[in-house]
């Protein structure tokens, strides 16, 4: 794209709350970008740490950074009051605790530039667990076509890697609804993708930090009953099932009970996506396939084996998951106890792998420009 001739504005919308350990970070690698025409709007959400001392003095080095500080309203209330703010045509996000490579918003306005329509843009991401990054690897189920019917089952982009096109997007549409916490941005692509051409580049252009302190870890439940409040609007929707309740039931509690109605709509909707036209029935397939392993990963969470080997047995899954796991959990029914003690070795194995497959900060950190 030639900033030469077309300089659109961009608005980065940062929340902040409580952000002082990667604040300095998370803004550096937004002033640094190659891309030069943007603001960068602040909205501290009533933060006790040191996060609004830290934005003003960033600020003081660059007027490009705007602030806002008022009391706490909720991550949801935060996003809106920044989108009224934003001047740009075009709104990214960004999290206050994640780092934007340098060419992130030049790779993503050059593909607005080819494609005028587009009304949103997400990427690839590496993931940053502490002072080291685990590389991320493209996702073939990523086509553009594929898109639409993906966004039913999942959030289809992080969300600190969109950028919005306001030239396309309604500004009714472009809206946060807070009758969806903690997936709000799920709901958003959804709405979006439903009506208007969307697209990945699928490479890492943000550094996404992990850590205990962020949204996703904080209101993991909350977010997963949501989510599966999505899925089933969405199913429902398109017409894949006229009752979803089991859903909502394996939100709420996980049993026996609820795992037996769930496995029973899963089959039912494997046997509708089967007959589902042939140029959309692999997009749905691999979105039901990422929401399976959603529904997998919620019942594991609770460390009752025993109900993880119900489940794989009354959804004849159990090819889907990996032999380390299948191995931890076939003495569920007889031997809970043992299948815990696997499955928590397991884990720690697979710690151990994302450890020794990370590789160290520095040689990493120098693709922001500055370290």
Known sequence: MSQATSTPLVSVLLPVYNGEPYLVLAIESLLRQDYK????????????????????????????????????????ATLNEGLRLATGEFVARMDADDVAYSTRLSRQMALFDEQPRLAMCGTGVDRLIGSRVLRGKPDPIYRA????VLSAFFTIFIHSTVVYNRRVIPNDLLVYDSAYPHAEDFDLFRRIAGRFPVAMIDEALIAYRIHDGSVTSKHLRQ???THLKIVAENIERQGLSDDTGAL??????????????????????????????????????DGFLQFFYF???????????ELTHEFLTRTAKWG??????RYGLMPAVRAPWCSRLSLAASRKADD???????????TVLPQFGWL
């Open 37 to 76: 025409s943007l603001e960068i709007i602040a909205i501290d959400d009533g933060s006790t740490d040191r996060s609004l001392e830290i934005l003003e003095r960033l600020r003081q080095a660059d007027r490009r950074i705007s602030i806002v500080s008022r009391e706490n309203r909720g991550l949801i």
């Open 145 to 148: 076509a594929s898109l639409p």
């Open 223 to 225: 977010m997963r009953q």
């Open 248 to 285: 909502r039931e394996i939100g709420l509690s996980v049993t026996s009970g609820s795992i037996r109605s769930l496995a029973q709509l899963v089959l039912a909707l494997e046997r509708t996506i089967a007959v589902q036209p042939t140029e959309t029935r692999g997009a749905y397939e």
């Open 295 to 305: 529904l997998y990963q919620l019942i594991a969470d609770e460390n009752r084996p």
């Open 320 to 325: 889907l998951i990996r032999r380390r796991e």
């Open 352 to 362: 151990l792998a994302r450890y020794l497959q990370s590789v160290p900060a520095a």
